[in-house]
């Protein structure tokens, strides 16, 4: 009995790993990486990249990728961890009977009114990789609402107030 159950489970295994035939993006190994390159400071990245090697990280998200995400993304053609650079995702949703329409990308998030079919007031969010910075775009004007320098984010209010918060855990 114990050996039609070993049996069983290495060919599920072996199934797996045939059905997830494709190459995949492995963006939850990329997102680990990109984390351990974002400090800045060659030491603290190879300090870091040694404890997720020790800590077994990279291989724990390559095994994830590998055998459900990278599958995920052969069958429907879109991996959950990331969005895709091609299009956007349009949710709706209703709140106070007002319903609203959520339109996403990957640097990107729009919220608009939406009665009768068509698209009222927008407001967006949208965060630009080169500065660093979230800016909240209204009425075809931005408005920097936060940025990132190293390991600090900085949230700026609309009264012109800026307030640092520390994104490293004491």
Not at 112 to 129: C, H, L, R, S, W
Request: hydrophobic content about 40%.
């Amino acid at each position: 009995m114990k050996k039609i159950r070993v049996t069983s489970l290495a060919f599920l295994l072996i199934g797996i790993i045939l059905l997830s035939g494709c190459y995949g993006n492995f963006s939850l190994t990329r997102k680990v990486y990109e984390f351990n390159g974002g400090f800045e400071d060659k030491f603290i990245n190879s300090a870091v990249f040694w404890v997720f090697n020790i800590i077994p990280v990279y291989s724990a998200a390559g095994f994830v990728d590998t055998v459900f995400l990278n599958l995920i993304e052969f069958w429907t053609g879109e991996n959950p961890v990331v969005f895709s650079n091609t299009g956007d995702k349009v949710q709706y949703t209703e709140l106070d009977g007002k319903i609203y329409q959520i339109t996403s990308s990957q640097n990107f998030v729009e919220f608009a009114e939406f009665e009768n079919n068509e698209v009222g007031k927008t407001i967006a969010i949208e965060f630009n990789p080169m500065t660093k910075s979230w800016n909240l775009v209204s009425n075809e004007k931005s408005y920097e609402i936060g940025r990132m320098d190293k390991n600090d984010l900085t949230l700026i209010y609309p009264n012109g107030k800026e307030e640092i918060k520390s994104l490293i855990l004491h």
